[in-house]
């Protein structure tokens, strides 16, 4: 293949593929697990506070790690960061819908199983952003946590991942909701859930501290009596079942590492990012074994039953999966990700944008003056207290 014009001949000879050329044996199962980058995937339930404690985390990393970004939330408007990967470019969410005839969690769903149909593709990047100094990939997920974690899709990902880099898990909790008992109770059932599920390391970021302290929660999860104290305060049907399960799920969660952080603030960042590099060293110690164990078991079973790439049928066209930020514009031809035509995102209309924009304008409008009204009846109710209880 000769070279193009304007190029030397070290880069025509450069052994690294085009990301055209990457099929389903160009990552082989036998070159191990990398070093680099780590994993880091993002989860939480849905108002956690998962995007904006993204965010956060890639500013704090930002000199020391140099992370690569990936958004795989197909259903968001906007991401407050610079993504390198982003789901949204490849995959348009609202065709989806229209096209399978699919509801929202069903669009997201589908939008992440099309994207892992081109793994291969994706792990490459994420290698070749290791080679150029990307020390960590954050991964930041669909903002409904089931999604991800319980469809097929999300155990492609994560143990694809696990089984060719450093991964571990971040569990966003947001700490104002967790201070009933009993929401608090369904968030680790939630993170007992995920953690083993993925098999990997689980690291729990109780978010908003600037609103409310975490020091509550993390007495709830190591002292299961001022649990129960808290239980007794609340009046609710539920509260036989929270009871029955904190019985028996206190001493899975006991043991989970936290950290109290703020994504708004910064607060609590380097001490995440210190049990961050512990859950890395105990990847390397407790779980890459495991992981190195399972690929041995894939290679033997492509041994026993080999079966060529060109079984599968490469159809559709081109369109961009992600680029490093630091690329030039002349290598954007060569990060593609083969779609089906029919589901290319299109460019938005205009006037359809602008009425779309128009009507969440007036919502907010109606939501702020909702507010005003309720908190100017509540203030008059407290006038009226007052002046009752002086009289």
Request: charged fraction near 20%; proline fraction near 5%; aromatic fraction near 8%.
């Amino acid at each position: 293949m000769s070279a193009k014009p304007g190029t030397s001949s070290a880069s025509a000879g450069n052994t690294n593929p085009s990301i055209n050329d990457i099929n389903l044996e160009a990552l082989s199962l036998s070159e191990g697990i990398r070093d680099a980058p780590v994993c880091i995937i993002v989860l939480g339930m849905a108002g956690s506070g998962k995007t904006t404690f993204t965010r956060s985390l890639i500013e704090h990393a930002q000199a020391q790690f140099n992370p690569y970004v990936v958004n795989l939330d197909p259903a968001c408007r906007e991401v407050p960061y610079a993504a390198h990967i982003d789901i949204r470019d490849t995959v348009n969410y609202k065709e989806v819908m229209k096209q399978y005839q699919l509801g929202p969690n069903g669009g997201i769903v589908t939008a992440l199983n099309m994207f892992t149909t081109k793994m291969p593709k994706f792990a490459e990047l994420v290698r070749r952003a290791g080679e150029r100094g990307h020390k960590w990939c954050i991964i930041d997920t669909p903002g409904q946590i089931e999604v991800f974690t319980w469809s097929a899709s999300g155990n492609i990902i994560t143990e694809g991942l696990a089984t060719m880099f450093p991964t571990i898990v971040v569990y966003v909790m947001d700490v104002v909701r967790s201070a009933c008992p009993t929401t608090f109770m369904s968030n680790m059932l939630y993170a007992c859930s995920i953690l083993y599920k993925t098999r990997l390391p689980f690291l729990v970021a109780l978010n908003k501290i600037d609103l409310k302290e975490c020091s509550f929660v993390q007495d709830w999860m190591t002292d299961f009596e001022a649990f129960q104290d808290a239980l007794e305060q609340e009046q609710s049907y539920v509260n036989n079942l929270t009871r029955t399960m904190s019985l028996t799920l206190d001493t899975f969660y006991e043991n989970l590492v936290t950290c109290g952080v703020s994504a708004k603030t910064g607060v609590g960042f380097a001490t995440l990012m210190t049990h961050i590099l512990d859950c890395v060293q105990e990847y390397e110690r407790d779980y890459k074994p495991v992981y190195e164990k399972m690929r041995q078991q894939r290679l033997a079973e492509q041994e026993a039953n080999p079966q060529p790439a060109s079984h599968i049928e490469e159809a559709g066209i081109a369109v961009p999966l992600g680029l490093d930020l630091r690329d030039s514009p002349g290598n954007a031809d060569n990060s593609v990700f083969l779609m089906a035509p029919s589901l290319v995102p299109q460019q938005i209309d205009e006037e359809r944008e602008m009425e779309t924009d128009a009507k969440g304008e007036l919502e907010e409008q109606n939501f702020h003056s909702f507010i005003q009204n309720h908190m100017t009846a509540q203030q008059g109710k407290r006038d009226k207290q007052q002046q009752d209880q002086k009289s």
